[in-house]
């Protein structure tokens, strides 16, 4: 005990100004980038983007099934500066109403709900949205009669569609390019020359390194593959 206590007033506390003094520029340096991202974030930050679905509702066995819908697209730009919407990728859901054989009987018939067998992927075309507007591309129609699973009588009544909204790709006034997910939550996310890219980006916004390397590697890979073709007759 007595030496933690000599070691405690060996310490040299006259470094502790010092110490404070350093930790409170290092606070006021990570304020200062926090209210420089939030600035540069402010135009994103009032952008809103949404769907409205649309689909004939029909009770299941009753007429033919319904297999179309549509979809309105919709962009609001609250900021007082312009912003260019480059892609908004989004998904269609369906829910079905289907026969549960279990307990089906022709005079009593029995539907359960289940999700379609798969969705329907869309990309939008690029459109720029003055200030302080709100811009809709107008209904359009989508098919997703491939998305019925076996058995299924009508789409469903309440959720027969739903969307997804992946991501939306913009650009800010101030020509810096973001990558906002609406229904993820969270803040828009730079788009920077090193960031990672997702597959299905535009061409000019994925990443020309990466994907130089790409190209080169699948060059290669075909080469080596071209070359095992032609010995392994000859090996034979």
């Given amino acids: 005990m007595e030496d933690v206590w000599g070691w405690l007033t060996s310490l040299d506390y006259g470094s502790v100004p010092a110490w404070i003094g350093a930790l409170s520029l290092l606070l006021a340096f990570r304020i200062f980038v926090g209210d420089r991202r939030s600035a540069d974030r402010s135009q994103v930050d009032q952008v809103g983007v949404w769907l409205k679905l649309e689909y004939e509702r029909a009770v299941s066995g009753e007429g033919p099934r319904v297999e179309t819908g549509k979809f309105t697209r919709f962009v609001r730009n609250g900021s007082a500066l312009p912003v260019e919407i480059v892609q908004i990728a989004f998904d ?112 000019e916004w994925k990443n020309r390194v990466a994907y130089e390397l790409a190209v080169q590697w699948h060059k290669l890979r075909t080469q080596t593959q071209a070359m095992i073709r032609k010995i392994k007759p000859k090996s034979s």
């Avoid at 939008?124 to 009669?145: H, M």
């Fill in 92 to 203: 269609i859901h369906t829910r079905w109403s289907v026969r549960d054989l279990a307990q089906w009987r022709d005079e009593l018939p029995v539907w359960e709900i289940k999700p379609g067998i798969g969705i329907v992927q869309m990309y939008s075309l690029r459109v720029r949205v003055p200030p302080e507007e709100t811009w809709d591309s107008g209904p359009q129609e989508v098919n997703f009669a491939h998305l019925a699973p076996e058995h299924a009588g009508q789409i469903d009544l309440i959720e027969g569609m739903s969307y997804e909204i992946r991501w939306v790709l913009l650009t800010d006034n101030a020509g810096r390019r973001r990558e906002m997910r609406p229904m993820a939550g969270g803040s828009a996310r730079r788009i920077r020359w090193w960031s990672r890219r997702r597959r299905d980006y535009p061409m």
